[in-house]
Every structure is written in structure tokens, then in C-alpha cells.
């Protein structure tokens, strides 16, 4: 049974990753057909679906609206998907306005907004979710803090600080979304076509008379200048403007100085919005389908990628690697208890971790064809990239020692760079346009790929490294035969590691001569990478010079994490130079704990040898076998 047992379990976990490989049917409802009509946004046509989901996650951190967070775990609650969410946003924006999809954690932001801050079942609050309804009554105060939390330099700003810019952003984001049909959102629009007009038409003049520096309507400015950052979801006619899209607000505005009917789009979104508005499912599946007949003749490419997007959402393949990765670890930490009788749970943490890599793989290249660009364009996939790469290298090593080492790394890496990657996603959509200096040529594809491996195969030595410190110093595994093999996969890697910083580095030189007209310019990104090189370089010749053994090798390593993590994160958070990202409050603090516990390890691995519980046993060992031979009589050992 145990032979079979490992294949079963993958089996099992294999039915469940093709389970998600298909869009589920709309019953009542097209909420799917819906999700997947196009809409520009933020440089990039996606779908609805993602629109929908990427705002969840900005707002209150899931990609699912839970319309009653105040019920608990013995009650079931209203939880929506995202696109239903978002139609109620867009095309009923009086009741969206109710549900409560703002996470606010910080107390001194809920203290400014008068909001309730324990759980309050009889009142149904949650003291963590908050609606629209309810903060919009402070929105005066809350923008006077925003303003002075912004003159605040951003490495600065504290908790609430940070909250109260996130808030805002998040309110923004929101009432962009409300707006995004305009007056096609109360899907009467021949009779609301006129009153929104003269609101256009109030709002300019107030636009224009504060230009003017002359009296004008603030809340009259402000509503005009939201309808003109809302999504665009109007298409435009190839054949007469290019590859355009336009939003409603536009549209409108040039229909009406130029005589002509409305757009096709907003006719169909009006239909939309009357038939959600009066519960009509089927009439609603009606226009949704007879739009996306409208849009097959010209625009077959956005709605094919937003198909595709949506299929890519729904699959969500870099959680279920990221399950996958656990456990994959889990069943490797149940084979550390009894190595010798359950060698069955490694096998079934190599094929769980195998079974990952292929969903992590599908993922990267669906991201790929998505994106059409090279796997790795920011932090978010930079952080899915290292996890690939760590993930390969693990297993290869597994492939050659068979000690379950590698299978560890593999699931470790994996597990903890797709942890970072979601954590990333919650500032906004990870396939975002690329920033014009970086959208260029082959050479910064080859750099960015080859420097990222560089980078997964330092933090794959260091994790050896990190296991050989908890071996030696807390437990009896670490065996002069496990200290040898352990010795030789840090060194492994860490050429491997050297070879790929080195010519990501010189790539990433070529391409800035091309592009700034520069090899070098000692920019701060540039510098980290050369430290990478210079660290990797100076470990393989402390080792080769003797000047390290076994142990020194492993805290070197350890070190290594340290320079990798600072290189990859810690230099686009500084606010200066070419490469950098912005500062990320949280991110900061995550990463200054991760140096802490590197730096806690290597401590550890600088204990004296008596100190270390494998090496203490080793040496009782070895004297009780002394001690032994002391007392065998002279007979004997004669």
C-alpha cells in the first residue's frame, strides 16, 4: 500500500487543480459573460473579472465582497463574487453604497470617521468592514488628513498615516467605478442624458473659473473631473481612430457636439443596466451576449484576451502552487520524524512538489501570453520567477542526493515567495503597463531573467544554509555525512549563483547603454547587484582558500540572503535612483524582521562546536566509545 500511497495522494490533489479548469456556466444570471466583456484600465485592456477582482483586493484584501462579515463561522454569509460586486457598483450604486467592503484595521482612522470599532453583531459590524454610506459623512475631515499625511515623507509616515493614504486611494478607486457608465447607469438613458449634461456642462464652467482663479463650485468640479477617470469601456472605431477606447463621459460629450446617436457601447450598457435594475436575468444575458455580437466584428482580440484573463483568474494557479508548496513541506516535515520507516512521505512531497511546478509553470507562461512580455516586468513577478527557479533547483537537487534536502528548499521558497507575491497584489493589477524606460529590447528581457535566476540561487544556498544551522544546533540529524552533502549543495548552488549574478549584471550594463547611453552609473539597483557578484565571488574564494570550512560556509551563506533580500527589495523602496519602485510601509517592515532572523541565524552558526546538539552527541559519542575501550581488560585487547 505505502508504494501506491504517494501517487494516490498526488492523484487526488491533481483532480483538484483540474477542477478550476473551467469557467463555471451562469445559471440565472450572466454574471461571466459579463466579466468578460473588455475595459481599458490603468493602460491595459483586461476584463471586468479582473477590474472587479483587483479593486476587491485594494479595498478589503479578498477578491469576493462578504456582504454580512458579521456573522460567524456558525452562520453563513452573503459572500459574492467579485464581478457581481462590481455590477451592483456600477448599474446600482444606491445599494452598493451599503455594503461593507472597506477594511479599516487602523483605530485612530476609525476614531476620525466616528466609526464603531468593536464588533457589534446587534448593529451588524464586524469592527473591521466598513460601507460607503458610512464613511462618506467624514469624507471633508478625512481628505484635510490625507493632505497633511501626504507632505509627509514616505519612509516617515506612520501607521495611520500609511492607512489613511490607503483609505483615500481606495474611496477614489471606488467612486471611479461608480461613475463609469454615467448616466447609462440608471438605464433610463434618454431621460438622464440631459440632466447629466448640464452637470458636464456646470462642471466645466467651474473648471474653468478656477483656472481662472475666479468664484467656482467645488463639488460641481470635483464630480467633473471624477468622469473623467473613470475605466474606459467605450470602443472606438478602428478604421476612423485607431486603437482607441474612450471613457462614457467622452463619448458623450462628443456625440452631442457633433449631432450623432450614442455609441453603440453605451446603448448596450444602458440595456445592461435597465434589466439589472429591474431583476430581467434573461433580458440582462440578452444584452450581454448581443453587445459581445456588436464587439466580434472589430475588437475579436480584446475579447479573446479577456476570455483568456478571466479563464487565467478563475484557474488562480499560483495559489493552488502555493497550497501545493505547503503541503509538499508538511509531508517532508512528517519524513523528518522517522526517515527510515515513512520514506513514502517524501516520495509524496516530490511528486506534491512536482505537481506544483507544473501549476506554477502554467501560471508563468499564462502571464506570459497574457502580458506579451518576458516573465518578469516588477516586484510582483520577480518574486513568482525567484519561486520557479528556486523551486527547479531544489528538485534537481533531490534528483541527485535523495536526502529530502532538496524537496524542503523546493517547498520552503516556493511556498514563501508566492506568500510575498500575493501580499504584492494587494497594492493594484500585477500585469500593469511597464514604465516606458523599461518597455524596450532583448537585452533587458535576457538581463532581468538571468539576474532573477541569479538571485533564486542565492536564496537557495541560503535556505541549505539555514537548514544546516537548525540541523546542527537543535537537533542529532546533522550527521558528518549530511554536514558533507549539505556542504557540497551550498557550494553547488553558490556557483551557480555567481555564474547567473555575474552575467545578469553585465546584460543589465548592456542594456543601459542602450538605453541611457550608459554602462554603469552606480545607481543603487546597480550597486546591489554588484554586491550579489562580490559576495558570491568572495564565498566560493574563502572556500577554496581554506579560510572557511563546513560551518563558515553555511553563515556566508546565510549572509548571502541578507545582500539578495536588500538588492531585491530593499533598494526600490529607498525612493532614489532609476530602478527605484516606491517606498511600501509594510514592505520595509517585513523586510528589516527577515535581515533580524538572518542575522539570529547566523549567530546560531557561530555557537561553538559543544554548543551544537549534533556535534555534542557526536563528541559523547566518541568518548563513551574511548571510555569504553579504557575498560576492556589487557586479555582482551591482546
Not at 485612530?108 to 460601507?131: A, C, M, R
Request: proline residues 5%; aromatic residues 12%.
Amino acid at each position: 500500500m505505502k508504494k501506491w500511497l504517494p501517487w494516490i495522494i498526488v492523484a487526488i490533489f491533481a483532480f483538484w487543480v483540474a477542477g478550476s479548469l473551467r469557467v463555471p456556466p451562469d445559471k440565472e444570471w450572466a454574471i461571466n459573460g459579463f466579466g468578460r466583456l473588455p475595459v481599458v484600465y490603468e493602460g491595459r485592456t483586461k476584463p471586468f473579472d479582473s477590474l472587479a477582482r483587483n479593486t476587491l483586493l485594494q479595498l478589503r484584501e479578498k477578491q469576493t465582497a462578504n456582504l454580512e462579515p458579521w456573522k460567524g463561522w456558525n452562520e453563513k454569509p452573503r459572500i459574492i463574487p467579485a464581478t457581481e460586486w462590481l455590477l451592483g457598483v456600477m448599474m446600482k450604486p444606491e445599494e452598493a453604497d451599503a455594503w461593507p467592503v472597506f477594511r479599516i484595521d487602523n483605530p485612530e482612522v476609525k476614531s476620525l470617521l466616528g466609526l464603531p470599532g468593536d464588533p457589534d453583531l446587534k448593529n451588524k459590524q464586524d469592527g473591521k468592514h466598513y460601507s460607503w454610506l458610512q464613511i462618506q459623512p467624514k469624507i471633508a475631515d478625512l481628505e484635510r488628513e490625507v493632505g497633511r499625511a501626504s507632505a509627509v515623507e514616505a519612509s516617515r509616515r506612520r501607521p495611520y498615516e500609511q492607512a489613511l493614504l490607503k483609505l483615500w486611494n481606495g474611496q477614489q478607486l471606488y467612486n471611479r467605478l461608480k461613475y463609469t457608465l454615467g448616466p447609462a447607469s440608471t438605464g433610463q438613458l434618454d431621460d438622464a442624458l440631459k440632466p447629466y449634461l448640464e452637470k458636464v456642462e456646470a462642471g466645466r464652467a467651474a473648471y474653468m473659473a478656477r483656472m481662472q482663479d475666479g468664484k467656482f463650485d467645488p463639488a460641481a468640479m470635483a464630480w467633473f473631473m471624477e468622469q473623467f477617470e473613470t475605466p474606459l469601456v467605450i470602443p472606438v472605431d478602428r478604421q476612423n481612430s485607431g486603437d482607441q477606447w474612450m471613457r462614457v463621459a467622452e463619448s458623450i460629450i462628443q456625440s452631442a457636439n457633433t449631432g450623432a446617436p450614442p455609441n453603440f457601447a453605451l446603448l448596450a450598457y444602458n440595456k445592461m443596466s435597465h434589466a439589472y435594475r429591474t431583476g430581467q436575468a434573461g433580458d440582462f444575458k440578452v444584452a450581454v451576449a448581443e453587445y459581445r455580437a456588436q464587439l466580434a466584428d472589430k475588437f475579436t482580440p480584446e475579447l479573446k484576451k479577456g476570455a483568456n484573463e478571466q479563464f487565467f483568474n478563475n484557474v488562480e494557479p499560483f495559489y493552488k502552487a502555493m497550497i501545493l508548496f505547503l503541503c509538499g513541506f508538511l509531508f517532508v516535515l512528517a519524513y523528518w520524524f522517522k526517515p527510515g520507516e515513512w520514506d513514502w512521505t517524501r516520495r509524496t512531497s516530490v511528486g506534491l512538489v512536482l505537481l506544483a511546478l507544473a501549476v506554477h509553470t502554467s501560471g508563468l507562461v499564462a502571464r506570459m501570453m497574457l502580458e506579451g512580455r518576458p516573465p518578469v516586468t516588477n516586484l510582483y513577478s520577480s518574486a513568482i520567477f525567484i519561486g520557479w527557479g528556486a523551486t527547479i533547483l531544489g528538485l534537481l537537487l533531490e534528483k541527485f542526493w535523495r536526502n529530502s534536502i532538496g524537496v524542503m528548499v523546493s517547498s520552503i521558497i516556493g511556498f514563501t515567495t508566492l506568500i510575498i507575491a500575493h501580499h504584492l497584489s494587494l497594492s493594484g493589477d500585477t500585469m500593469e503597463m511597464m514604465r516606458a524606460v523599461l518597455d524596450t529590447n532583448f537585452w533587458l528581457a535576457t538581463h532581468v531573467v538571468v539576474v532573477t535566476l541569479g538571485y533564486a540561487s542565492t536564496f537557495v544556498a541560503g535556505v541549505l544554509a539555514i537548514i544546516y544551522v537548525v540541523q546542527g544546533v537543535f537537533t542529532r540529524a546533522l550527521t558528518p555525512e549530511m554536514s558533507k552533502s549539505l556542504s557540497r549543495m551550498i557550494y553547488g548552488i553558490v556557483c551557480f549563483a555567481a555564474l547567473f549574478s555575474f552575467v545578469g549584471t553585465v546584460l543589465g550594463g548592456i542594456w543601459a547603454d542602450q538605453s541611457w547611453g550608459r554602462f554603469w552609473g552606480w545607481d543603487v539597483k546597480e550597486n546591489g547587484a554588484l554586491i550579489i557578484v562580490l559576495w558570491n565571488a568572495l564565498v566560493l574564494h574563502a572556500r577554496w582558500g581554506g579560510m572557511v570550512r563546513e560551518r563558515g560556509l553555511a553563515n556566508m551563506a546565510i549572509v548571502g540572503n541578507i545582500v539578495t533580500s536588500w538588492s531585491w527589495f530593499g533598494v526600490n523602496m529607498l525612493g532614489i535612483g532609476l530602478h527605484s519602485y516606491g517606498f511600501t510601509d509594510a514592505a520595509f517592515r517585513w523586510l528589516v524582521l527577515f535581515v533580524v532572523s538572518q542575522l539570529i541565524l547566523i549567530a546560531l552558526g557561530s555557537l561553538p562546536k559543544q554548543m551544537w546538539k549534533s556535534f555534542r552527541e557526536a563528541a559523547d559519542q566518541k568518548a563513551n566509545l574511548a571510555k569504553a575501550e579504557d575498560r576492556k581488560p589487557v586479555s582482551a585487547i591482546t
